[in-house]
């Protein structure tokens, strides 16, 4: 097993060093690895040599404003449906922000096509949804700023198990693609 390991390991370093060269970025770096120094931080270390992308996530904040907070993302093809599984995770704990999907929510799809992205959430978006148009803003809004600061996003709809919804909490016509509201991003 631990062959196997050091034979993937040093295939991404291998990897990673060929296309930092590629593109004239390469900055002599020495890493040796033996069978000894299979251990979990050494695996963590690795990851920090892939190229992250920057990315932006709208949260809510306790005045009903969205707050941009800003995630590194390793890169790679499907960065909308990454960065939509990060807005299911919530903010960074220590952020003061506020999640705004309702918990048990999942991606469950994400396709853009044409400035459209349609995107796909698990029955919980709307099932547990807490209500209130206040939260049905930050909800809605947050999903559509999100995705919407990608410049192949001109328009979002939302879907819930694959369907077309009207609302989430009765405030918010989903029936039809949302853009971009920058009126509810704090300043």
Avoid at 65 to 78: P, S
Wanted: a negative charge.
């Amino acid at each position: 097993m631990q062959k196997y390991l050091l034979v993937f390991m040093l295939m991404v370093i291998l990897g990673c060093t060929t296309a930092c060269w590629e593109t004239k970025e390469y900055q002599e770096t020495s890493v040796s690895i033996t069978p000894n120094d299979m251990s979990l931080e050494n695996v963590v270390v690795l990851e920090d040599l892939l190229d992250k992308v920057p990315v932006v996530i709208y949260f809510s904040n306790d005045q009903d404003y969205l707050v941009a907070q800003k995630r590194e993302i390793l890169k790679a093809e499907g960065v909308a449906r990454v960065v939509m599984q990060e807005l299911v995770k919530g903010p960074d704990i220590n952020s003061g922000l506020l999640p705004t999907l309702p918990t048990g929510t999942q991606l469950r799809d994400i396709n853009i096509r044409n400035g459209l992205c349609t995107v796909d959430f698990s029955a919980e978006l709307k099932t547990n949804h807490p209500g209130g148009s206040s939260w049905e803003l930050m909800t809605v809004y947050s999903i559509v700023n999100t995705l919407t600061r990608f410049s192949a996003v001109e328009e979002v709809q939302i879907l819930v198990e694959g369907q077309i919804v009207e609302t989430l909490a009765g405030h918010v016509d989903l029936s039809k693609p949302l853009v971009r509201d920058e009126h509810i991003i704090s300043k």
